[in-house]
């Protein structure tokens, strides 16, 4: 059946950092509604595509006024009467009309939020949850979750260098007991740290605030967080960091400024090699800078063997990207985030990339959020077979935790969970 567009109506509304952020309403002939909220990184890529941002003195420069006006204007204008189910056609018509290779002139906040929603508004007139749109009747796996414990970096300014430490549920039987696991941990872990005096809030994704004087002491912390919730490490609940390197590392050289080491790309790879000996790390993203391929390289061939190797900053959601790092072997997983480059269509191709190299994925929040669980029935109906939503607290990570388990809940008994998929062939977990 054909379900046409009738209205598109963009607003400003608020993320989780109290910032500006753009929401879409597509709605169809039939009256059906999909609506989404653009979300916002800090520690960007170079090479994902732009917001588009008012500047001035108004809310530290961040409104996004110029790019509700891009979806009410020229985007609604452009998409009225189109076939709302033909999402590549819709994306294709919002490439053109943006013409810039970065979504600059429309912004990218504007046309993912209205990719975004369009999709939501073919799921909701079809009258079908969105992975079910997405994925039709094949679809019957939830991911394996990637969920912050301690937030460092750019999300904690700057209070430790790594920017997540994060635990995955590998041993879990289902996405639902991954959470009780996580929820385990997680509270393991409060009680640590108030025993060591160190409990001081939480960073932007809800991870705690990480009063630590070593990167290393998150994670002699963290691991003896999961054995203290009873858990057997690797196994059962393992380490997951983002390193996001680009944030203290640029032209071959890496400045740990809690450890206090400068160090070539040889060096913070000697210092990645030795935490995975000593803790059970089963992921390792961004260990390097986006600028520094060589170093990805580098990382990879010595320990890809061991932990998952993903590209964030790296590959920026971009499927040329993801096939070069895949014919160079400079990771083996890539991190899947929409509004990197600004339509589902792109983002669903640099999965598509992925799955055909042999390579693996992430769908991934961003560290400004909102109440949108999209990337939820993303993972879901693509059939992506892991998920990073930061934190275990706060509503709009919650709100994707709470999401999953209700799509766990409508597939029953076909549902079947991702759980150690991605780490099979890594030496680390089965270690
Ligand atoms: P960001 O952080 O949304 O600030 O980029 C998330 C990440 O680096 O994975
Ligand atoms: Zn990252």
């Not at 995955?168 to 509270?187: D, H, I, N």
């Not at 290393?216 to 912390?221: I, K, R, S, T, V």
């Not at 934190?391 to 209700?406: G, V």
Request: with cysteine.
């Amino acid at each position: 059946m054909t379900h046409r567009i009738d209205s598109i109506v963009a607003r400003r509304v608020w993320d989780s950092r109290g910032r500006p952020a753009v929401e879409a309403d597509v709605v169809t002939s039939g009256g059906a509604l999909g609506r989404a909220i653009a979300p916002a990184g800090a520690s960007t890529g170079s090479g994902e595509a732009l917001d588009r941002r008012d500047g001035g003195a108004e809310f530290g420069g961040m409104d996004v006024q110029g790019a509700v006006a891009s979806v009410n204007g020229p985007i609604a204008q452009a998409l009225r009467g189109a076939e709302v189910g033909d999402q590549a056609g819709i994306d294709r018509i919002l490439i053109e009309l943006d013409g810039t290779a970065e979504k600059s002139k429309l912004g990218g906040n504007a046309t993912i939020a209205v990719s975004m929603a369009v999709a939501h508004a073919a799921a909701a007139a079809e009258g079908v949850p969105l992975w079910r749109w997405l994925g039709g009747d094949a679809v019957d796996t939830l991911p394996l979750p990637e969920i912050q414990i301690f937030g460092g970096g750019a999300h904690a300014a700057g209070r430790l260098d790594i920017q997540d430490f994060m635990v995955v549920c590998p041993g879990a039987a289902s996405f639902a007991q991954a959470l009780e696991w996580t929820a385990e941990v997680y509270r393991a872990a409060g009680g640590l740290m108030k025993d060591a005096g160190k409990l001081a809030g939480v960073a932007d994704e809800g991870g705690f605030w990480p009063l630590f004087d070593s990167n290393e002491e998150a994670l002699g912390m963290l691991t003896r967080a999961i054995e203290r919730a009873g858990y057997r490490p690797y196994e059962q609940v393992a380490i997951s960091l983002d390193v996001a390197a680009s944030q203290f590392g640029k032209d071959g050289r890496y400045r740990l400024a809690r450890d206090g080491s400068d160090l070539d790309a040889a060096g913070m790879i000697e210092v990645l090699a030795g935490w995975i000996g000593r803790y059970p790390i089963v992921s390792v993203e961004d260990p390097l800078a986006e600028d520094d391929a060589t170093g990805f390289q580098a990382f990879a061939s010595r320990l890809g063997g061991q932990v998952q190797v993903v590209g964030d900053d790296f590959l920026v959601t971009d499927a040329a990207r993801v096939k070069t790092a895949a014919a160079e072997k400079q990771c083996d997983t890539v991190l899947v985030k929409p509004n990197q480059r600004g339509t589902l269509t792109e983002t669903r191709a640099a999965w598509e990339a992925a799955k055909a190299a042999g390579m693996g994925a992430i769908v991934s929040a961003r560290s400004g959020e909102s109440e949108d669980t999209t990337i939820v029935h993303l993972a879901v109906g693509w059939g992506v077979p892991q998920l990073k939503v930061g934190s275990f607290t706060r509503s709009e990570r919650m709100a994707k935790w709470n999401e999953a388990i209700r799509v766990e809940e409508q597939l029953g008994r076909s549902a079947r969970f991702a759980g150690a998929l991605p780490y099979r062939s890594k030496a680390a977990y089965r270690a």
